[in-house]
C-alpha cells in the first residue's frame, strides 16, 4: 500500500514521451495557454531544460500569437535574473515550443518565508527582482504577469539567485514582437488579478507602459512584507475587482497596518522573519510604508518612473538615508543624518546629556535613575548577546571557519546548538528559546536524533527558567513529541504530547490556535496506533477550534486539520468522505501557499494514495510525480519523506507493469529509511512488503521471498500479529509461494499467522 502522511490534483493529461530533440521528463506546470515540462536534451548538448508547449486543443490565433511573443521576448533578453531562451520550434502537431533554461527553484515567496529570510535580506533580493524586470524594460518588453511564481529563486554559490519566467503576456514597446495583434477577449484583461494594475484592469489593456509592471512589483514587496496581499480578489465577483481596480479603488492599507490587524498572525510573521512582532511592525512603519505606496498608487504618474528607481529608493531605506517615497521634513532628514552618524552624534552630545541627567536625577531621585539605568544596560547586554550570538553563528567567511565548503544546514545547526549552551548560558529564557528552535530545524530536515537531544534540553531550560506549566514550556514538548513521532517512537510522544494539552488548556479561549495544533498532533498520532476511531473524534475537535478563529475558514491549519480527518477516513475506507476533504484542503493551500508548498504535497500524496488504493494507478501517478517534484527542491535528498513519495511512485509504477523504473525508486527509498529511521521501523516493512511483490511479479522469487521474510519480522516485532499489516505481508508471501508450486507451505504460512477465535 501506498505511504501516506497525516500532515501531509488529480490530473489525467498523459505527456507525450518526446518533443523534438527532447525527452520528456515530467510536468513542471500548465497555465491558461501551455504546458511547461521538464525535458532531456538528447543532442550534442546534454542538458536538462524546461520545455513549453501550446497546450493540445488550445492553438487559438490568439494563444499562439501570444506564445510567439514570449519565444520572441525571452530571446531578446540576456540578463542573470532571467531565464534564457535555448531553442525554438515546433511539435510534430504543428503546436509551437521553445527550450529555456530550467531553473530549479522555489517561487519568491515560498523561497523566503521556507528560509526564513529576514526584511533586510527580503528587500535585497527583491533589489535583484528589480535589476533584472529593469534589463527588460531596456528591451523594450513589459512583462505583464509578474508574481511570485514568476519569479524563481535558486541557489547558486550558496547565493540565492532569482530569475523572472513567463513572459507569456508581455507587450513590445517600440516595436512587434509578432505578426499577430495580442488582443484580450472584450472585458478579460490579461494578467493575474492579484497582481495587476489599474491601467491593465481595463477591458482593452492597451494603454500599459513599464510601470504596470512596477505596480506588480510593488504587490510582490508588499506580500514579502507581512504576508498578505494588498488586495484580495477572492470573496467578490471578478468583473466587481477588475472594475474597483479599473476605477483606481484600490483602498489598500499601508503595510504597517494590515501587519497590526492581522493579530491572530502576527507572531508567525514575523518569525517567518526571523524577528519579533514589535520589531517587524517598527521596520515597516515608516519608510517601507511610503516605499510600498508609491510603488502602488492608483495613478501612474506617482508611481516610480522605473523599476530602477523603485530599487534605488530601497537602498537608500538599507542605507538609513531619506528615501525619494517620503516628504523631505527637516525632522525626517534630521533623524536620517543621526541613525547614519550615530557614533558622532553620541560624542557631540555627550556634554548636553550630562546636563540633562543632571536634571534629571534632581528632579526624580537618584534612586530611580539608577534602577532605569540598570535595566536599561540589562536590555542592552540582552540584545548585544543575541546579536553576538547570530554574527559568530553565520560567519563562515574567515580562512578555517567553512573549511572550503560551502556550509550546510546540518553545520549551522550543530554550530547554533553548541554555541547556545555556552554564549547564552546567562539568559536562559533566550537559550531555551534558542535551542527550541534549532531542535524544530534539526527536526524539519529529519534529523530526529538530533532533533530529540536539542528539544530535550531546551525544554529542561525552559521548565527551569519559566516554570513547568508556562505555555512556552507546551511548545517544546509538543516539537519533542512530534521529532519523536517522526522517529517512530509513539509511545514516548504520547507522554509529551498530552502535558502540551494540558498545560494550554489552563488558558481557556487565549490559545485555541496553539490547542488545535497539539489535538491535530495527537490525532495523527492515534491515526498511526490504528486507533482510527479516536483519531477521528481529535481531528473533528482541532477542526472546530481551527474554524472558530478569525479567518480560519481560509487557514493553513484548518487545511491540515482537513487533510488528516481525510486520511483517517480513507484508512476507514471511507473514501467518498475523504476525497471531498482533501479537495477542500488542497484547494485552501493552493490559495494561500502556492502550487509548490510542501504541506500542498503532502496532500496531494494521500490523495494519489487514495487512487492507489481503489486501483486508479494512472490517476494517482500525476499526484505523486507533482509531489516528488515539490520535495525535490525543498528536502534534503535523504528526508524520510522523501523516502514516503519515492515508495508511493515504485509501487504505483509496480502496479502498471513498469518493474524497471519501479525497482531503483524501492531500493533509494529503503536505503534513507534505513540510515534516518529507527531500526525496526514498520514503515521500513512498507517499503520492504511493495519491493517483494515488485520482484514476485517480475519473476524473480528468490529475491521476493528473503524480502517478504523480512518485512514479515519487522511487522510482527513492531505492530505485533493482531494488526492488518501483518496480515497483508501474510497473505503477499503467501501468493509468491503459492506462485512457486509451494501450497502446502502457503496454507501453514496463512494458519501460522490467522488469530484463533
Keep these: 500500500?501506498?505511504?501516506?502522511?497525516?500532515?501531509?490534483?488529480?490530473?489525467?493529461?498523459?505527456?507525450?514521451?518526446?518533443?523534438?530533440?527532447?525527452?520528456?521528463?515530467?510536468?513542471?506546470?500548465?497555465?491558461?495557454?501551455?504546458?511547461?515540462?521538464?525535458?532531456?536534451?538528447?543532442?550534442?548538448?546534454?542538458?536538462?531544460?524546461?520545455?513549453?508547449?501550446?497546450?493540445?486543443?488550445?492553438?487559438?490565433?490568439?494563444?499562439?500569437?501570444?506564445?510567439?511573443?514570449?519565444?520572441?521576448?525571452?530571446?531578446?533578453?540576456?540578463?542573470?535574473?532571467?531565464?534564457?531562451?535555448?531553442?525554438?520550434?515546433?511539435?510534430?502537431?504543428?503546436?509551437?515550443?521553445?527550450?529555456?533554461?530550467?531553473?530549479?527553484?522555489?517561487?519568491?515567496?515560498e523561497y523566503c518565508d521556507t528560509r526564513r529570510l529576514s526584511t533586510e535580506e527580503r528587500l535585497r533580493l527583491f533589489i535583484c527582482v528589480c535589476q533584472a524586470v529593469q534589463h527588460a524594460h531596456q528591451k523594450g518588453v513589459i512583462h505583464r504577469d509578474l508574481k511570485p511564481t514568476n519569479v524563481l529563486v535558486a541557489e547558486q554559490d550558496g547565493?540565492?539567485?532569482?530569475?523572472?519566467?513567463?513572459?507569456?503576456?508581455?507587450?513590445?514597446?517600440?516595436?512587434?514582437?509578432?505578426?499577430?495583434?495580442?488582443?484580450?477577449?472584450?472585458?478579460?484583461?490579461?494578467?493575474?488579478?492579484?497582481?495587476?494594475?489599474?491601467?491593465?484592469?481595463?477591458?482593452?489593456?492597451?494603454?500599459?507602459?513599464?510601470?504596470?509592471?512596477?505596480?506588480?512589483?510593488?504587490?510582490?514587496?508588499?506580500?514579502?512584507?507581512?504576508?498578505?496581499?494588498?488586495?484580495?480578489?477572492?470573496?467578490?465577483?471578478?468583473?466587481?475587482?477588475?472594475?474597483?481596480?479599473?476605477?483606481?479603488?484600490?483602498?489598500?492599507?499601508?503595510?504597517?497596518?494590515?501587519?497590526?490587524?492581522?493579530?491572530?498572525?502576527?507572531?508567525?510573521?514575523?518569525?517567518?522573519?526571523?524577528?519579533?512582532?514589535?520589531?517587524?511592525?517598527?521596520?515597516?512603519?515608516?519608510?517601507?510604508?511610503?516605499?510600498?505606496?508609491?510603488?502602488?498608487?492608483?495613478?501612474?504618474?506617482?508611481?516610480?518612473?522605473?523599476?530602477?528607481?523603485?530599487?534605488?529608493?530601497?537602498?537608500?531605506?538599507?542605507?538609513?538615508?531619506?528615501?525619494?517615497?517620503?516628504?523631505?521634513?527637516?525632522?525626517?532628514?534630521?533623524?536620517?543624518?543621526?541613525?547614519?552618524?550615530?557614533?558622532?552624534?553620541?560624542?557631540?552630545?555627550?556634554?548636553?546629556?550630562?546636563?540633562?541627567?543632571?536634571?534629571?536625577?534632581?528632579?526624580?531621585?537618584?534612586?530611580?535613575?539608577?534602577?532605569?539605568?540598570?535595566?536599561?544596560?540589562?536590555?542592552?547586554?540582552?540584545?548585544?548577546?543575541?546579536?553576538?550570538?547570530?554574527i559568530n553563528l553565520f560567519r563562515v567567511s574567515e580562512p578555517g571557519e567553512a573549511l572550503g565548503n560551502s556550509i550546510t544546514a546540518r553545520e549551522l545547526l550543530d554550530r547554533g546548538a553548541k554555541s547556545s549552551l555556552v554564549d547564552l548560558a546567562q539568559q536562559p529564557r533566550l537559550q531555551g528559546r534558542m535551542m527550541h528552535t534549532i531542535g524544530t530545524a534539526y527536526a524539519s530536515l529529519g534529523l530526529y536524533d538530533a532533533a530529540r537531544a536539542q528539544l530535550e534540553t531546551a525544554l529542561e531550560t525552559r521548565k527551569r527558567a519559566l516554570g513547568a506549566e508556562d505555555p512556552a514550556v507546551a511548545e517544546t514538548q509538543l516539537a519533542l513529541g512530534d521529532a519523536l513521532v517522526g522517529h517512530g517512537d509513539l509511545a514516548l510522544a504520547e507522554s509529551h504530547y498530552q502535558p502540551a494539552l494540558a498545560i494550554l488548556e489552563r488558558f481557556p479561549g487565549a490559545a485555541d490556535s496553539a490547542t488545535a495544533v497539539v489535538v491535530r498532533s495527537i490525532a495523527a498520532l492515534r491515526w498511526k496506533q490504528g486507533r482510527n476511531s479516536e483519531a477521528e473524534s481529535m481531528y473533528k475537535r482541532a477542526i472546530s477550534l481551527d474554524e472558530r478563529r478569525p479567518g480560519g475558514g481560509e487557514s493553513r491549519a484548518l487545511a491540515k486539520s482537513l487533510a488528516g480527518l481525510g486520511v483517517v477516513y480513507w484508512a476507514q475506507q471511507r473514501n467518498q468522505e475523504a476525497v471531498p476533504l482533501m479537495r477542500r484542503s488542497i484547494s485552501i493551500q493552493e490559495r494561500r501557499l502556492g502550487p509548490g508548498h510542501p504541506e500542498l504535497a503532502s496532500v496531494m500524496n494521500n490523495l494519489g494514495a487514495i487512487y492507489w488504493s481503489e486501483g486508479r494507478y494512472a490517476a494517482a501517478l500525476p499526484l505523486y510525480e507533482r509531489t516528488r517534484g515539490i520535495f525535490e527542491r525543498t528536502l534534503d535528498p535523504t528526508h524520510p519523506n522523501m523516502a514516503a513519495i519515492l515508495n508511493n511512485l515504485a509501487e504505483t509504477y509496480w502496479k502498471l507493469g513498469r518493474y524497471k523504473e519501479a525497482e531503483p525508486l524501492f531500493r533509494r527509498a529503503l536505503a534513507i529509511k534505513e540510515t534516518r529511521l529507527t531500526r525496526g521501523n514498520p514503515s521500513i516493512a512498507v517499503t520492504l512488503n511493495g519491493l517483494a511483490g515488485m520482484l514476485r511479479d517480475a519473476g524473480r522469487p528468490a529475491e521476493s521471498e528473503a524480502v517478504y521474510q523480512r518485512a514479515l519480522d519487522i511487522r510482527l516485532r513492531a505492530l505485533g500479529p493482531l494488526d492488518p499489516n501483518v496480515a497483508e505481508t501474510v497473505k503477499d508471501y503467501a501468493q509468491l509461494l503459492k506462485n512457486t508450486g509451494r501450497t502446502g507451505e502457503a496454507d501453514a504460512l496463512v494458519a501460522r499467522h490467522t488469530p484463533k477465535r
Design 159 to 390: 547565493k540565492p539567485l532569482p530569475k523572472v519566467i513567463d513572459f507569456g503576456i508581455a507587450k513590445a514597446l517600440g516595436m512587434r514582437l509578432t505578426e499577430n495583434t495580442l488582443v484580450t477577449q472584450a472585458g478579460y484583461p490579461i494578467g493575474t488579478l492579484a497582481y495587476m494594475s489599474p491601467e491593465q484592469a481595463e477591458s482593452s489593456g492597451i494603454d500599459v507602459d513599464t510601470r504596470t509592471d512596477i505596480y506588480s512589483l510593488g504587490v510582490i514587496l508588499y506580500l514579502l512584507l507581512v504576508g498578505s496581499l494588498p488586495a484580495e480578489p477572492t470573496g467578490q465577483a471578478m468583473q466587481a475587482f477588475i472594475f474597483r481596480l479599473a476605477s483606481g479603488d484600490t483602498n489598500a492599507p499601508r503595510p504597517s497596518a494590515r501587519y497590526t490587524a492581522v493579530r491572530e498572525r502576527q507572531k508567525a510573521i514575523a518569525d517567518a522573519r526571523r524577528t519579533n512582532p514589535e520589531h517587524l511592525r517598527r521596520d515597516l512603519k515608516g519608510d517601507l510604508d511610503w516605499i510600498v505606496m508609491k510603488a502602488l498608487e492608483p495613478d501612474r504618474s506617482r508611481r516610480y518612473e522605473t523599476a530602477t528607481g523603485f530599487a534605488a529608493d530601497i537602498e537608500r531605506f538599507l542605507a538609513h538615508k531619506p528615501v525619494v517615497a517620503r516628504p523631505p521634513t527637516s525632522a525626517y532628514r534630521l533623524g536620517k543624518f543621526v541613525r547614519r552618524h550615530r557614533a558622532g552624534v553620541a560624542a557631540t552630545s555627550v556634554a548636553v546629556l550630562a546636563l540633562v541627567l543632571s536634571a534629571v536625577f534632581a528632579a526624580t531621585g537618584l534612586i530611580r535613575a539608577t534602577r532605569a539605568e540598570r535595566h536599561a544596560a540589562e536590555e542592552a547586554a540582552a540584545a548585544t548577546q543575541v546579536s553576538d550570538f547570530m
Design 1 to 109: 500500500m501506498p505511504t501516506v502522511d497525516s500532515e501531509l490534483t488529480e490530473s489525467s493529461f498523459q505527456y507525450p514521451e518526446r518533443i523534438g530533440p527532447y525527452k520528456i521528463v515530467r510536468v513542471l506546470g500548465e497555465g491558461g495557454m501551455g504546458t511547461v515540462y521538464e525535458a532531456a536534451e538528447t543532442g550534442p548538448v546534454r542538458r536538462n531544460v524546461a520545455l513549453k508547449v501550446v497546450r493540445a486543443g488550445f492553438g487559438s490565433r490568439e494563444i499562439r500569437a501570444r506564445f510567439e511573443a514570449e519565444r520572441q521576448a525571452l530571446a531578446l533578453m540576456d540578463h542573470a535574473g532571467i531565464a534564457k531562451v535555448l531553442q525554438a520550434g515546433e511539435t510534430a502537431e504543428g503546436d509551437p515550443f521553445f527550450a529555456m533554461e530550467l531553473v530549479k527553484g522555489l517561487p519568491l515567496t
